[in-house]
């Protein structure tokens, strides 16, 4: 519904008074907290630097890997920390936040009370956009469609190079931020996203993408410590070589293998400390995820974290429950996050988190499990959770939105631009 | 005791055969364009049918149809070889017998005033009448499933076991036993070719002898597969060719919201109406189809039976009804005298074929592979629990409809 000056009415789940959006955005005033003095000899200093002929990495991005020279100029980061949780692999309204049929109770019941719902987002169903798991990844980090299609022309393959910027590209270019504080938590199974860590535009690119925490690479990181140690055959160290070469060269936009920061090593080093090398001891699916996010928040402290959960998408085979059982691990998964992120003083009161899924699930009335989530609405047909400080509480916001609002709204909240979003900000969430 | 065939008979193309099951003898017409409507008419109604006992007579109809398909069949080189030799007819002249359809009856008994007849009185007569040829399909049916499903039981059971307890491993991430359930798989898909190597041959052994039986006579139609690998070729292709139409059909409901939006504001019994009328429309091809390939089997067996009986172990394959026939049509030598006819030269096409011989079993599992993945493909695309790896319309059940 929309009030008579046209804006959308909200309604709220405890039935409380109903207030007009704010069109301000409460983190633009605390865009870093950096006065400017500090930018311009900061600045002056990076410049000075780089007359001197500082390095340079070089990409497609056409980013200058000059990172702690240009790092100088940036403002540090002093906002809220965004969480954002791809509810993926294809989850529908119905067993998410359908009151009745919801399967996914922590979300539903509780979150929803904490934050603004949009239970009517979707996809749009423009030429070549499609409902896929990396598209509908990319549309939410990048805020803008793509038409996308594998690199290597694989059939059903997902390796996608976004043109538009990522949300770790304008983040990290606007704010002193060290690569292992903007992660993405990827999966086994999807080695493709793993690549999704920044796009190929111009002003943008691999200087300022963001780190991945995966078990491939933990495997990478184990085989480099494995040839430092030696102790190997020289067949075996040969082996091992061409196995690590062709581990790090899979993204065919990087030149050189730039070593790991001394963070992302002491926390793989960590992890191998805890739970060993063989890739069996530790949890597996979701449920790795959300180990691997609850760690890096103690250990990394990201700013902001993108985590792609995906069992559910196991529907695809038939087995009904996989998508159930799924759903009930991400609702978890989700739990444990939140419950950590309140406990815990960095991020307690000061993280922000946006739930929203990558694509919806076909709701055939002839099929009697929901495998496939292409060529129909409900495909199309998503939601988005927003909770946090500085976000509405109770909220339902019962108008159109589009999966590439997330971008540009999180740039919002985080205080930095995002000029090559398509999307709008989502003020209605705002308190 | 048999009348005399009707002058309308003898105008037509005549083949005079015995029905066994009968234990009569008729002479049989082909069926006119009014009849192949009606009864393919019927057999489409029943293959889409909601009920299961309906494809039951779909099955045992087309097991008749196959069995006088392949009398015919023999029938007509008996005729071929009469005229080109100075054999003097027999008892089993063509021409005598009651005339009737070459299309067995769906429900009515094809034996209206023949001798069996004669010997039921008052409602038992006038229920045989009605419900014989009912009663005749579903025996047979039920005979040519059974046979079926046995066959494939394995193939499917694997299958089964392979994609739930594979995908389940897969989602609990089992790496230590990821090998299970595709190695699995491909047993069944293994297991599925050799059956289906043999399954349409059976079929036909089973029309033609006339018992349920007939169709594990493993020699029989291992001999038939030898003689005609060509053939065989062709058959398991026509069934990989035609399969992927069935498939985009079978899977199309799957996918209903994406093309008919209106479907889901539907009530249950109105999609269920919609369903059945769409299954029609399916059955319109499956039916016509499956019935092409049923008659393709029954006449690659019937070559076969003939090819293998040039030679006294070849005879000792037939079944007893199969050396009952011959013994009565073609008595002088036996079968023999029917296959040492004039040699013809192969020609072109033996040129083109007998190379084709040698690769043939490979061909044929590749075709039969092909119609594996097809099930896959359709399982994939449009789940149907564990009857979508149990049956096939096309192999066991004859059914189309499917409600989720």
């Not at chain 1, 009370?113 to 070549?128: C, K």
């Not at chain 2, 038992?124 to 040519?144: D, E």
């Not at chain 2, 039916?287 to 008659?295: D, E, G, S, T, Y």
């Not at chain 2, 690659?300 to 009804?321: C, F, H, K, V």
């Amino acid at each position: 519904m929309d009030d008579r000056s046209g804006r959308a009415t909200e309604r709220r789940e405890d039935g409380g008074k109903l207030k007009a959006p704010r069109t301000s955005v409460g983190w633009e005033r605390r865009d870093g907290g950096v006065s400017r003095r500090q930018f311009l000899r900061d600045s002056l200093a990076g410049l000075g630097t780089l007359s001197l002929g500082g390095g340079f990495l070089a990409g497609p991005g056409g980013a200058s890997a000059a990172e702690g020279i240009v790092a100088a100029a940036r403002p540090v980061y002093r906002g809220a920390h965004v969480v954002i949780i791809r509810y993926g692999g294809g989850a529908r309204r119905r067993e998410s936040i359908d009151e009745t049929h919801t399967w996914s109770p922590f979300l539903r019941h509780e979150l929803t009370r904490r934050g603004t719902l949009f239970p009517l987002m979707e996809i749009a169903s423009n030429q070549g956009v499609e409902t896929g798991h990396g598209q509908g990844t990319l549309n939410i980090l990048t805020g803008a469609y793509g038409a996308y299609r594998d690199v290597n022309h694989r059939l059903l393959g997902e390796r996608f190079e976004p043109v538009a910027p990522t949300l770790f590209e304008y983040l990290r270019k606007s704010f002193a931020i060290p690569e292992h504080q903007a992660l993405i938590i990827n999966g086994e199974d999807r080695i493709d996203e793993e690549f999704y860590a920044f796009s190929n535009h111009h002003l943008f690119g691999v200087g300022y993408r963001s780190n991945v925490l995966s078990l491939y690479r933990f495997k990478t990181h184990l085989l480099r410590r494995r040839l430092e140690q030696g102790g190997q055959s020289a067949e075996e160290r040969r082996r091992m070589k061409a196995e690590l070469g062709k581990m790090e060269s899979l993204d065919g936009r990087v030149d050189t293998r730039a070593p790991q920061s001394k963070a992302m090593e002491g926390f793989w080093d960590r992890w191998r400390d805890y739970y060993g090398e063989d890739g069996l001891r530790n949890p597996r699916g979701d449920r790795l995820l959300t180990e691997l996010a609850l760690r890096a928040m103690r250990q990394l402290h990201p700013r902001l974290m993108m985590i792609h959960y995906q069992d559910c998408d196991y529907v695809h085979w038939g087995n009904l429950n996989h998508y159930t059982r799924g759903i009930q691990i991400m609702d978890q998964g989700i739990r444990q996050i939140v419950e950590f992120a309140d406990r815990d003083e960095r991020y307690r009161d000061n993280t922000v988190f946006v739930i929203v899924p990558d694509c919806g699930r076909d709701a055939s009335p002839l099929r009697a499990v929901p495998c496939q989530h292409h060529f129909t609405r409900a495909s199309r047909e998503i939601f988005a959770l927003l909770l946090g400080p500085g976000i509405g509480r109770g909220k339902v916001v019962d108008r159109h939105a589009e999966q590439i609002d997330i971008a540009p709204t999180v740039a919002a909240i985080m205080g930095f631009n995002s000029a090559h979003t398509e999307g709008r900000v989502l003020e209605e969430a705002f308190a | 005791m048999n009348p005399a065939p009707t002058a309308a008979c003898r105008e037509h193309d005549l083949n005079t055969v015995t029905d066994e099951e009968a234990g009569w003898e008729a002479t049989f017409r082909s069926a006119g364009p009014a009849e192949v409507l009606m009864k393919m008419g019927l057999g489409i109604v029943f293959s889409a049918s909601a009920l299961p006992i309906l494809p039951v007579l779909v099955m045992g109809w087309l097991t008749r149809l196959m069995r006088r398909r392949i009398r015919v069949y023999w029938m007509r080189r008996i005729t071929e070889v009469r005229e080109l030799s100075d054999f003097e007819p027999t008892a089993g002249a063509v021409g005598k017998g009651p005339c009737r359809s070459a299309w067995p009856n769906w429900l009515m008994a094809d034996d209206l005033t023949g001798e069996a007849s004669l010997s039921n009185r008052g409602a038992m007569r006038f229920l045989r009448r009605c419900f014989g040829g009912g009663v005749q399909n579903f025996k047979a049916g039920l005979a040519a499933l059974a046979g079926a499903w046995v066959l494939t039981l394995p193939a499917g059971a694997l299958w089964t076991f392979s994609w739930y307890a594979g995908w389940n491993n897969s989602f609990n991430k089992g790496y230590e036993q990821a090998a299970v359930g595709p190695l699995t798989g491909l047993a069944g898909v293994a297991l599925f070719i050799a059956a289906m190597n043999f399954l349409p041959l059976a079929h036909a052994r089973q029309a033609s002898a006339g018992t349920w039986k007939a169709f594990f006579d493993y020699r029989a139609v291992r001999g038939v597969i030898r003689t005609r690998r060509p053939a065989c070729v062709g058959l398991a292709f026509c069934y990989a060719l035609f399969g992927m139409v069935l498939l985009v059909l079978l899977v199309l409901p799957g996918f209903i919201e994406g093309f008919y939006p209106a479907a889901t504001e539907m009530s249950r019994p109105e999609l269920r109406a919609l369903t059945r009328r769409y299954y029609l429309g399916v059955a319109a091809f499956g039916f016509p189809c499956l019935m092409m390939l049923k008659l393709l089997a029954a006449r690659i067996y019937a070559q076969g039976m003939l090819t293998l009986s040039r030679e006294e172990a070849g005879r000792l394959l037939l079944s007893d009804r199969e050396r009952e026939f011959f013994d009565r049509y073609a008595p002088a030598g036996g079968v023999g005298f029917l296959t040492t006819k004039r040699k013809r030269s192969p020609g072109l096409a033996g040129v083109v074929l007998r190379p084709i011989g040698f690769v043939a079993p490979l061909a044929t599992a590749a075709c039969w592979f092909a119609f594996a993945a097809q099930i896959y493909l359709s399982q994939f695309l449009y789940f149907k629990s564990f009857a979508g790896w149990l049956n096939h319309p096309w192999i066991q059940l004859p059914r189309f409809f499917y409600w989720p």
